[in-house]
Nanobody
Framework: QVQLVESGGGLVQAGNSLRLSCAASGRTFSSYAMGWFRQAPGEEREFVAAISWTGDTKYYGDSVKGRFTISRDNAKNTVYLQMNSLKPEDTAVYYC?????????????????WGQGTQVTVSS
């Protein structure tokens, strides 16, 4: 079984940065794409970023494009989300997700495994 564990969330002031990490453990598959989603109170879960197995393909949601960067280190079974120029509207629980296979996807239903979520709060 595969477990995903996020870390790096916290409370920051607007304009500052955070880096989230997602570590996969257990019986990992030979290839898997990864993604990040977020959910604020009263809102649907929103796509943030995705990355293919090789890292050659990356997708970003419109609200974070140009500010957030997704990357991965397959030797460490870890994906990262670098969040710069944070805004109060970025406040949400951030979830790491894994998809069996090589292709990145922006669709929530396309993922097979989910982390527990980590809270990011941006104050003004």
């Amino acid at each position: 079984q595969v477990q995903l564990v996020e870390s790096g969330g916290g409370l920051v002031q607007a304009g500052n940065s955070l880096r989230l990490s997602c570590a996969a453990s257990g019986r990992t598959f030979s290839s898997y794409a990864m993604g990040w989603f977020r959910q604020a109170p009263g809102e649907e879960r929103e796509f943030v970023a995705a990355i293919s197995w090789t890292g050659d393909t990356k997708y970003y949601g419109d609200s974070v494009k140009g500010r957030f960067t997704i990357s991965r280190d397959n030797a460490k079974n870890t994906v990262y989300l670098q969040m710069n120029s944070l805004k109060p509207e970025d406040t949400a629980v951030y979830y790491c997700a894994g998809r069996i296979g090589t292709r990145a996807t922006m669709t929530l239903g396309g993922y097979d495994y989910w982390g527990q979520g980590t809270q990011v709060t941006v104050s003004s």
